[in-house]
């Protein structure tokens, strides 16, 4: 247990050094283009290049340790941070937002989507799913990958959520 959360702490670490500059990041586009069909790809390539960085790395690692990962699971993998676009990447503010706790907000979905309004950093780090759930559905893309994403968080009896929600954790 203390071995998985120092290294977590370590995948902190490392992830924040790489947040923090915006050329650090090298997302493999061309490999996550060939996983996600051109409506879901759409919808990642609005994403921050750090976010996709994130994704591509969280994506190979789950197909590393489940090499039997359905083109569904991988795709939702892709997508799963895709709710962050919609407020721009400033790393301060992530790490800040990260710190607090949880907060227990009422997703509105209007309040994103059709009035365009962009969330505050602490709704960002507690509606991402529901946003990038609505995202994926709105361009389109595959329903059950969209509630994959929905439940990356809190994956309860969703074997596939759980697997992101893990990886996610240790990436
Ligand atoms: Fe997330
Ligand atoms: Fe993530």
Redesign the pocket.
Known sequence: MNILRSKNLFARANRLLRAMRLEFAKPDDAWAQSILPPLEFAVYASMDARDREHAVRVTQYLQKIKPDASPILLRAALL??CGKQLRPYKWRERVWAGLQPMPKLEFDSALFVTQKRSPTALELRAL??QIGALLIRSAGGDPRVAQIVER??QPFDDADAAWIHAV?EIE
């Open positions: 799963h941070d991402h799913p990356h968080h996610d």
